[in-house]
């Protein structure tokens, strides 16, 4: 299956550049537009984007796609990613966009999709969006059922209290003192308001974007930043948000994080003790084979997707679980929200601490992490997985690592490089056999 515009999570690149220009992005709206385009009904998208400046180059141009063909459009500025899949239902749209490049820096965007029920679109619905991108035709709508846009005013305000009502109801902040890493981004209002309205003493870190600082040294790709905040301020604890807030990573009162892998650890043992949890936690292949193990112990199944939050989801749905994520702090709880969300993650997680009474470093390391390295080569072009010395270095690290280790390699969905990631209980061995790999990628690339 080729994919000319869209990714693992959805469209990205730089911005102002292919695909990441106002003339593909006013194709992409017009085709979606025209795909969801249903019924008699009137017809409505939600937009909402995060802080980087090429959102004022995007927003605009999804804008008139989609009034061309004859939807209306609600801007609603600046909101977490989760936030549009709940606006989304809420609003009973037809469509939700969010404008992000999540974690990347500022030079970058994208565009994620979401459908009437709140989920982002399936691979067979994007291809279908391509087809109709490259090829049309458009049925255009007549000038006098033109769509019309506006803005809402209190989305913030609706997010907020609907994230606050994932937080049980007899439970409070109170006493904690939370530093709060918004990464310049998508949530850099929102966040601090819900932790300040559950009780808590909030410290904002990272809560004034000026379109090129969002992610930069901060946030959860960052975390140096919140844990230097939270030995600095004598915090309870750190909660790090991305750019658009649908990942988090949390740090305990000295400092160190605790990352997607020990968050899921968490809350699988505590809604699975509390009869919440609904079958399987649902993990990518790149998360930590303690965690397995863990889950093991306690009669916990794991099942393993490919890397993206969208194929957890997918499978979630598929199974009925309500518990999945990814290790690099993409947490879903379906009976809460359509996407990852790293606020409500966090509230999942504030619940277990304050019922237990204990700080955060008595909770956030739940099980030991087998040893585990992740390398990325760059590549100009072609497919260097196919190379036949690849394919042998694959083959033979494979076998060095035997039935105690774990091998992944794939190529990233969002930049052009070779993710090799090995994990097993030698560390020596791992970090050998990631570099041979490497060095074998590297030379075929």
């Known amino acids: 299956m080729t994919r000319n515009y869209f990714g693992t999570d959805g469209m990205r690149g730089t911005a102002n550049r292919d695909p990441i220009t106002p003339e593909i992005v006013l194709r992409l709206a017009m085709a979606a537009g025209q795909r969801f385009r249903r019924g008699p009904h009137r017809h409505l998208v939600v937009i909402g984007k995060d802080t980087r400046l090429s959102g004022y180059l995007l927003e605009p141009a999804l804008t008139s796609g989609f009034i061309s063909m004859g939807m209306d459009v609600v801007l609603v500025g600046p909101m977490p990613t989760p936030a549009i899949g709940m606006l989304t239902t809420s609003l009973r749209a037809d469509l939700g966009v969010m404008i992000s490049a999540s974690h990347n820096p500022y030079q970058d965007n994208g565009i994620k999709l979401f459908g009437p029920d709140g989920f982002k679109l399936s691979d067979a619905e994007e291809?279908?969006?391509?087809?109709?991108?490259?090829?049309?035709?458009?049925?255009?709508?007549?000038?006098?059922?033109?769509?019309r846009a506006r803005r809402l005013d209190d989305a913030a305000g609706r997010y907020i209290e609907a994230v606050k009502r994932t937080f049980p109801a007899q439970l409070r902040l109170d006493g904690l003192k939370i530093?709060?890493?918004?990464?310049?981004?998508?949530?850099?209002?929102?966040?601090?308001?819900?932790?300040?309205?559950?009780?808590?003493?909030?410290?904002?870190?990272?809560?004034?974007?000026?379109?090129?600082?969002?992610?930069?040294?901060?946030?959860?790709?960052?975390?140096?930043?919140?844990?230097?905040?939270?030995?600095?301020?004598?915090?309870d604890l750190g909660i790090a948000l991305d750019g658009d807030a649908d990942r988090v990573i949390i740090a305990d009162e000295h400092g160190h994080a605790v990352?997607?892998?020990?968050?899921?650890?968490?809350i699988a043992s505590s809604w699975a003790k509390a009869d919440k949890l609904r079958g399987n936690l649902v993990a990518t292949v790149m998360s930590n084979l303690g965690l397995e193990r863990h889950l093991q112990a306690q009669g916990i199944g794991l099942t393993r997707?490919?890397?993206?939050?969208?194929?957890?989801?997918?499978?979630?749905?598929?199974?009925?679980?309500?518990?999945?994520?990814?290790?690099?702090?993409?947490?879903?709880?379906?009976?809460?929200?359509?996407?990852?969300?790293?606020?409500?993650?966090?509230?999942?997680v504030l619940a277990v601490l304050v019922a237990s009474d204990k700080p955060m470093s008595g909770l956030g390391r739940v099980f030991e992490p087998v040893p585990q390295l992740l390398k990325n080569v760059r590549y100009d072009g072609g497919a260097p997985l196919t190379a036949s010395a690849v394919q042998a270095a694959i083959a033979d690290g494979e076998a060095r690592l035997g039935a105690s280790g774990r091998l992944v390699i794939r190529p990233s969905g969002t930049e052009p490089v070779i993710r090799v990631m090995a994990e097993g209980d030698d560390p020596d061995l791992v970090t050998a056999v990631?570099?041979?790999?490497?060095?074998?990628?590297?030379e075929s690339a």
């Open 434 to 442: 990631v570099d041979d790999i490497c060095q074998v990628i590297g």
């Open 259 to 266: 990352d997607g892998d020990q968050v899921m650890a968490i």
């Open 179 to 235: 530093v709060v890493d918004c990464a310049h981004g998508a949530a850099y209002k929102t966040a601090p308001a819900v932790l300040f309205e559950l009780g808590a003493e909030v410290i904002p870190v990272a809560v004034d974007p000026d379109g090129t600082n969002i992610n930069r040294d901060c946030g959860a790709t960052a975390t140096r930043t919140m844990c230097e905040q939270v030995v600095a301020h004598g915090a």
């Open 127 to 147: 291809m279908a969006i391509e087809r109709l991108m490259d090829n049309g035709p458009f049925d255009l709508a007549d000038p006098a059922k033109l769509g």
């Open 305 to 348: 997707t490919a890397v993206g939050d969208r194929y957890v989801v997918e499978a979630m749905r598929r199974d009925g679980c309500n518990l999945g994520g990814e290790q690099s702090g993409h947490v879903i709880l379906s009976d809460y929200a359509t996407t990852g969300d790293g606020l409500v993650a966090a509230l999942q």
